[in-house]
């Protein structure tokens, strides 16, 4: 028995041996990763490093952030400060928000910093692109897309994406069971992009054969850059090659149209733009730039309108007054089209109506408090988080050195939610704060405490398209539906990559009667 005790006592005591052996060598390793990166600051500069964590050796902070998603970068906000250095994904990172220190990364681009993608993302959309041009070249590029998004095109844009709207609406009216609006808002923006963009009109099934192998690509454009089987890029190729082979008789097509033709959607502006700068595009360019253009419009879009009918559900006030201002201009009806029952009553609003669309770019410029409620829903859950940049040099933000080749991520979310120039606060949701009321203290603060679209050189060249989306799909809600959930609470958002609930938000749509669209039915 004694024996048996020394036994037990002595392998107790290697046990604890070895486990102190290990955690001494995991914080020496850990020390030496901190140490690795703080001796790789610019020498140059007297500047410290932002403070922060670098985590554990080459797995830095990953595991961390992908545990706790948003909260990650809000708890080292409030330990850190609004610049702060991690490591994630292999990389040393600055995390940065405040309008002032966003305000020197976004004006920065091509000076102190360039755009930061993935080599999967490159390899997967082509060289041809805008996301991947540099310096000139990306200005060049990015004159000729500005076209495609001109008031002149806006309006010509306005009334397809309100016939669009207006169908898909009512479809949700219409279905016999619960709609997953995310779902239906991907496969929508999908079409809509497709239209807008490309000029194609895709059946339904086409339509949603197309939208899952889009959504393969955009899902692997962050894989590892590893072209074998069963990998995230080999997946993200095949899906790329199946929808080049699809655009490719459109696209081929538009290339021996008629020179002098009007251009009817984004792809043939940016054809007839290119021609007058004496440059015949290819036709790889053009299905590289048309992708391009679907993967710009798709899941943000898709992120937003989401969001849009999320916080209309929850805020039933600001549904009246959107009411209230629509009735003020003589929009606070729908059309009559109305579905029969078997019986011959009506109940509901055709999917397939063919009335003509009543709003244009001016009228939306007129619904003023539908304008503010699109601000805020953008400001309140932005569809991406934020943006990533390379330091292309050493230089100062915040009394910090960013030392030249780290990453640098600028955060929407986190710089929306500490912006100190609203009335109210804001994690609240309040249209009335891009009302008259609060102009003043907006405008003294710049414009970079409000960033869903960035700024500067790499500024979303399609947000006042974005912004007509969600205002359309504000008025042909209100007007034709009422809606409640159907599970029994509201889903939790997921923020990473993009937000979206996690069910997909399951809704009942009810249609209003035409007759009393202009009155105020409870949601």
């Known amino acids: ?85 991690t490591h994630l994904l292999g990389r040393p990172v600055i995390r940065v928000s ?160 008629d020179k002098a033709a009007e251009p009817g959607d984004a792809l043939d502006m940016i054809i007839h733009s290119t021609r007058e700068l004496g440059h015949e595009l290819s036709v790889q360019e053009l299905k590289e730039s048309a992708v391009e253009l679907l993967f710009a419009a798709f899941f943000t879009t898709a992120s937003a309108s989401t969001s849009l009918v999320l916080l209309l559900l929850q805020h039933p006030a600001v549904v009246s007054k959107i009411r209230q201002e629509l009735a003020a201009l003589g929009l606070g009806r729908s059309c009559g089209c109305v579905l029969g029952a078997s019986g011959g009553a009506a109940v509901g609003p055709r999917p397939d109506c063919g009335c003509k669309p009543d709003l244009s770019l001016a009228t939306l410029g007129r619904l003023r408090y539908v304008d503010c409620v699109v601000k805020e829903v ?25 030392p030249k080749g780290w990453s640098v991520m600028y955060s929407i979310r986190d710089t929306h939610e500490t912006a100190a120039v609203y009335r109210s606060p804001p994690e609240g949701f309040d249209p009335e704060r891009f009302g008259p009321a609060g102009e003043d203290a907006r405008g003294s603060a710049g414009r970079f405490h409000y960033i869903p679209f960035g700024g500067g050189a790499r500024s979303c060249l399609g947000q006042e ?18 809606w409640e959930l159907a599970t029994p609470a509201f889903p939790a958002l997921q923020t990473v990559p993009i937000v979206h609930p996690v069910d997909g938000l399951q809704l009942w749509f009810h249609p209003l009667a035409p007759a009393a669209a202009r009155e105020e039915p409870l949601l």
């Not at 398209?465 to 009422?482: D, F, P």
Request: charged share 20%; glycine share 8%.
């Open 1 to 85: 028995m004694f024996s048996w005790g020394m036994s037990c006592l002595s392998v107790l005591g290697a046990a604890g041996t070895a486990l102190l052996c290990v955690g001494l060598l995991l914080s020496l390793a850990q020390h030496l990763w901190t140490l690795r990166w703080t001796l790789s600051r610019d020498r140059a500069s007297a500047l410290p490093l932002p403070k922060g964590s670098m985590g554990w050796p080459f797995f830095g902070e990953t595991l961390h952030w992908l545990v706790q998603g948003s909260r990650f970068h809000s708890s080292r906000r409030e330990r850190y400060g609004t610049v702060f250095k």
């Open 98 to 257: 405040g309008a002032e220190n966003v305000r020197t990364i976004l004006l920065g681009e091509h000076r102190l910093v360039r755009s930061q993608w993935p080599q999967s993302a490159h390899i997967l959309l082509g060289s041809h692109t805008l996301l991947g041009a540099v310096g000139e070249p990306h200005r060049q590029r990015r004159r000729v897309l500005a076209r495609a998004f001109s008031r002149t095109a806006l309006e010509r844009y306005v009334p397809r994406l309100q016939w669009a709207l207006r169908r898909e609406v009512r479809s949700w009216c219409a279905a016999p069971g619960p709609v997953s609006v995310y779902e239906a808002a991907k496969a929508l923006t999908f079409r809509m992009a497709a239209l807008i963009f490309l000029g194609l009109r895709l059946e339904e099934a086409q339509c949603a054969e197309l939208t899952r192998t889009f959504e393969q690509l955009v899902e692997n454009l962050f894989s590892l850059p590893l072209d074998v089987p069963f990998s995230g890029l080999r997946k993200g190729i095949r899906a790329r090659d199946r929808l080049h082979q699809h655009l490719e008789e459109a696209i081929v097509e538009k290339l021996h149209r």
């Open 378 to 402: 953008l400001r309140l859950l932005p569809p991406v988080s934020g943006g990533y940049r390379t330091a292309l040099r050493t230089f100062e933000l915040d009394g910090y050195q960013i």
């Open 465 to 482: 398209l974005a912004q007509a989306v969600l205002q359309l799909l504000a008025v042909e809600l209100v007007r034709t539906a009422s």
